[in-house]
């Protein structure tokens, strides 16, 4: 079976089919398509396609998705901190993870988050990441972040919390437009204080960034974006605003 962008068509095809219904309708068909590609279902000429690649990766992926309970939530705002939170408004598991749409997360990830949570002595914490590539301007980018997670003892990546933590300091800010999974450790690590409790690092299990940001907008703006939004941060709120609306939200060309 080859796969393709036709293939990466189909999981993204299934992973709609499985969030618009919530029936368990993509196994028969599923198995239809695989004995018609095995040459032990003959297919009449109207269902031909049950048997093409497309349509295999399409069932198998909304297949795996409705058996494991996945759901695609629905909202307005376009606020990270809003998905985030309308997310764990309907997830019913005992341990929340967050993580970007853009991130790959290492295999160890779960395993990883279970290890910590599970000793008793981790209030939440995250996996930290590494980036998809690397370069002078990246690098020096990163080198800067590191004295920070150092300094707050917290960091990036899949941020993770057991459901009733979550709950209990509210979830996300969604007043805040950037910087919400800060607020939301610094709410969860004074949880924690007062369990004997701290935030922890997953480091085993980093995830893998993406740099789309400095493809786009070159390896060294983050100096540039830093400049821009410390100079209006001072003089004018609605001018920061404006900035941050254009680089996380609107993300115009330039």
Request: aromatic share 10%.
């Amino acid at each position: 079976m080859d796969f393709s962008w036709h293939s990466l068509i189909g999981v993204a095809l299934g992973i709609g089919l499985a969030a618009a219904t919530g029936f368990r309708i993509f196994i028969p068909l599923l198995v239809a398509g695989l004995a018609a590609r095995l040459d032990v279902l003959p297919l009449g000429d109207s269902f031909q396609w049950l048997q093409s690649t497309p349509a295999l990766v399409m069932l198998g992926t909304a297949a795996i998705a409705e058996t494991r309970g996945c759901r695609v939530v629905r909202l307005a705002a376009r606020r990270i901190a809003a998905a985030r939170n309308a997310g764990g408004a309907v997830a019913t598991g005992e341990i929340f993870s967050f993580a970007d749409a853009d991130m790959r997360i290492h295999p160890e990830t779960f395993n990883a988050i279970d290890d910590m949570l599970g000793s008793g002595r981790i209030v939440a914490g995250a996996t930290g990441v590494t980036l998809e590539r690397w370069s002078l301007g990246l690098a020096v980018t990163y080198a800067l972040v590191v004295p920070w997670v150092w300094l707050l003892r917290m960091d990036t990546g899949v941020v993770f919390c057991p459901s009733a933590d979550f709950r209990a300091v509210g979830g996300f800010d969604e007043r805040r437009s950037f910087g919400e999974d800060v607020q939301f450790l610094l709410d969860l690590r004074r949880l924690g204080r007062a369990r004997g409790q701290r935030l922890g690092r997953a480091r085993r299990a980093k995830a893998i960034a993406s740099t789309r940001k400095f493809d786009r907008y070159g390896d060294w703006h983050y100096f540039r974006l830093l400049l821009r939004l410390l100079g209006p941060m001072l003089r004018s709120p609605a001018t920061r605003s404006a900035l941050v609306e254009d680089y996380w939200y609107r993300d115009p060309a330039r």
